[in-house]
């Protein structure tokens, strides 16, 4: 009997073990990532619809900045923190990650790519192996959007005319509005413009066809005269236009002050989330006669990836093709109001969209982003900073156009015939030399003195080994190989310094990136530390209320640098509070767009440097006077010496030390700067790479830039390198000198 039941338990345990997986099966969670995080809501959304017919799979949703989107993404999927499914984007950015091995190939998997439309494929495609790596998933046009009621209220019709369009900004202008809503603040802003209101004036397809075949180059006369058209433009944009930024852009037209905005067929879903009552229109910006074509530009936005290394390629493959599905593409025109890539989508419920479709039936390639934004520098970056030169009246259209065609030369083989041979890096045979010592073995008598002075001193050379020679090192290393993304190759020896020094466009960036970061140290010499010199000389004397003079002097060094940098960008923009100001005191001729003009944005943001760190040399230099034996400034009061002789005499030999590790300081922090730039300028060293250091130089350079998304980690290194090699000798030679002036009592 007890062997029976023992029997008859087995077998309910076996029975009970192989009916659970048929009652609660297992669910695979995988990871979805996105860079745009204003989507969120939406993409929630779809992710329930998917999880209700899927619900063996969970997804998690990452929204990330659209800043920061490709260095997180590129860290991640080289290391073991890759998401399953993310936001690709197109052309040359998703050629990096593709070549890097980061992507899968999706031709086999989902026959049904074969049904999007070549162009759109194009976005989606590697041009090294020809394979899918992404399902398109949005396009985007090029137009010009149009406020519907001041055309009714000032009789005016949709532009058949280059001509035309310039009188309708002329009559807008007259009537008081903005005509134009864009700005130049950012450089990629004027990419736009240019996409959205050139493309008809360089004949579109014909141009674009020729120019990627090296038929032509962008040194083409109608190419220059296309680009020389865009200054036509900058009398009705919005006053001060090189201080608009793009949220300015956007608020202007949103809130009916401009009756014109150049831009993407993005911005519809955005302009009627913010004022539903906003009667908008589009209309392609025409070409020069009523014959020519009138073009949009247009180009894949984003692709839905899986990455190689996903653990759950199952389940991610599954909701990738619930993502190319049509009534998914239907929500994204309903309620994104974006035009989707996916063939057999229903957009009539979208009149928008309907139009934009119609008017893609005579499009053309957004230039730059399409064919030329797949190696460095990209021709974005170059027409990019260019361009914004141009139009802040730095460079002329001939100068901009043989800048990005010298960019685009040193890589684009069909380019290269159009100018001589010549070596394009500048020899360094000998960069630097590397020696080798043997070490001496240390002894001691003392071994326990000499523990005690290990066990004090090791954390400190603990600090400087992990923090200051490790990543010194590595950056030696990494500077001689060559690079794919984070994917080291093989030894290349100077090869990176070469391109540093010798190539185009990568010497003039450094150039003028080292030439700014003198700017800094400069004015930093002269006008924060003499003025921290003479401060603190003062504040010594103790006069009536030196006390509280030391606390107000020492307050801006306590700020947050992100909160500076965002408050004086405020403070510097056209209607901000410094132009506020001079149009109070009567001084408006002297009104600028501080940040956005080229002549003004590099001294601006280091005279907000110097309000917030002055009072730091004006307390060391107050505490070194101090310490100044009050018996030799006695000695020479009793001599006879007035103030300045105290002052040259006596007081400033003795505090010779404080000097020299301000100066050391400054030289450190001048070489150094990355982080005012960051938060007033942005990293592109806008405008015209005019507030560009070598800080940011590096960052753009080692972690790839929002516009190329392509890290280079070898020219990167190089230029990290080289920052330290000259912060140590000039810190070297200025402790010499100032040494060598010193007193000793």
């Not at 996409?195 to 990627?212: I, M, R």
């Not at 014109?260 to 879903?269: D, K, M």
């Not at 900073?385 to 802040?392: L, V």
Request: aromatic content about 14%.
């Amino acid at each position: 009997m007890k062997k029976l039941l023992l029997t008859l338990m087995a077998l309910v345990l076996l029975l009970s073990s192989l009916a659970l997986p048929m009652s609660a099966e297992a669910v695979t969670e995988i990871q979805f990532w996105t860079w745009r995080p204003e989507d969120t809501n939406f993409y929630e959304k779809v992710i329930a619809q998917f999880e209700e017919a899927n619900p063996t799979i969970k997804v998690t949703i990452n929204a990330i900045k659209n800043t920061e989107y490709n260095t997180i993404l590129s860290a991640a999927l080289a290391g073991d923190s890759a998401p399953d499914v993310f936001m690709s984007r197109a052309y040359g950015g998703l050629q990096t990650f593709a070549d890097s091995g980061y992507m899968l190939a999706l031709d086999d998997l989902m026959p049904e790519l074969k049904e999007f439309s070549e162009a759109t494929r194009m976005g989606a495609t590697s041009i090294t192996d020809g394979k899918i790596y992404g399902v398109p998933a949005v396009s985007q046009t090029m137009l010009c959007f149009y406020n519907k009621k001041v055309y009714e209220e000032l009789g005016l019709e949709v532009p058949k005319t280059w001509d035309q369009f310039i009188a309708n900004l002329q009559a807008c202008k007259d009537a008081g509005y903005d005509a134009l809503a864009n700005g130049t603040k950012e450089g990629w802003c004027c990419e736009f413009l240019f996409g959205g209101a050139g493309a008809s004036q360089y004949s579109g397809n014909d141009f674009y066809n020729k120019v990627v075949a090296g038929e032509t180059t962008f040194e083409d006369p109608i190419f220059v005269s296309a680009v020389n058209d865009m200054l036509s433009l900058t009398p009705f944009m919005p006053n001060m236009y090189e201080g608009v930024a793009y949220t300015d852009m956007q608020a202007s037209f949103i809130n009916e002050m401009s009756a014109h905005f150049v831009g993407g067929s993005y911005e519809a879903g955005y302009f009627k989330a913010e004022n539903p009552e906003l009667d908008f229109d589009i209309f392609p910006v025409p070409g020069k006669t009523e014959a020519d074509p009138a073009y949009v530009s247009v180009y894949a936005d984003m692709n839905f990836a899986i990455a190689a290394s996903s653990m759950k390629q199952d389940a991610a493959l599954a909701f990738v093709k619930f993502l190319a599905t049509p009534e998914f593409g239907a929500q994204v025109v309903n309620e994104l109001a974006m035009v989707s890539s996916i063939p057999g989508v229903d957009v009539s419920a979208n009149p928008f969209i309907a139009k934009v479709l119609e008017l893609q039936k005579n499009n053309t390639p957004y230039l730059f982003l399409v064919g030329f934004r797949y190696n460095q520098p990209t021709g974005s970056s170059l027409f990019q900073a260019a361009a914004q030169g141009m139009m802040t009246k730095q460079l002329t259209a001939e100068e901009v156009c043989k800048q990005v065609q010298e960019g685009i030369a040193t890589y684009y083989v069909p380019f290269q015939k159009y100018i001589p041979a010549r070596e394009r890096g500048m020899p360094l045979s000998r960069f630097f030399q590397c020696s080798t010592r043997g070490w001496r073995q240390m002894r001691s008598k003392h071994m326990k003195k000499a523990a005690w002075i290990a066990f004090f001193v090791t954390p400190g050379l603990l600090v400087v080994f992990v923090f200051i020679l490790m990543p010194l090192f590595m950056s030696m290393f990494n500077s001689l190989f060559g690079w794919n993304q984070l994917i080291r190759l093989d030894f290349s020896g100077l090869d990176n310094f070469r391109k540093l020094f010798g190539s185009y466009p990568y010497q003039e960036r450094f150039t003028n990136a080292l030439g700014n970061n003198v700017k800094w140290f400069v004015m930093t010499m002269v006008l924060q530390n003499l003025a921290g010199l003479l401060f603190g000389y003062v504040l010594s004397k103790r006069i009536a209320g030196s006390q509280v003079y030391r606390r107000i002097f020492f307050i801006p060094v306590l700020f947050s640098i992100v909160a500076v940098g965002f408050l004086w960008g405020l403070y510097l923009r056209p209607n901000g509070m410094v132009n506020a100001l001079l149009g109070a005191a009567g001084l408006a001729q002297y009104q600028s767009a501080w940040l956005g003009n080229a002549g003004t944005a590099t001294y601006a943001i280091i005279l907000v440097n110097i309000w917030r760190w002055l009072g730091f040399p004006s307390l060391v230099f107050m505490t070194a006077i101090d310490n100044v034996p009050a018996e030799c400034t006695e000695a020479a009061y009793l001599d006879g010496a007035n103030e300045w002789q105290l002052f040259t005499k006596v007081v400033f030999p003795l505090i010779i030390p404080s000097v020299t590790i301000i100066t050391v300081l400054t030289i450190i922090g001048s070489l150094n700067v990355f982080e005012q730039v960051y938060t007033m300028a942005g990293l592109d060293g806008a405008p015209n790479y005019a507030t560009d250091t070598i800080g940011t130089l590096f960052y753009r350079t080692a972690f790839g830039s929002v516009d190329s998304g392509a890290p280079e980690i070898g020219v990167g290194s190089a230029i990290s390198v080289v920052i330290y090699l000259m912060t140590f000798a000039i810190s070297l030679l200025s402790i010499g000198i100032t040494r060598s002036k010193e007193v000793e009592l």
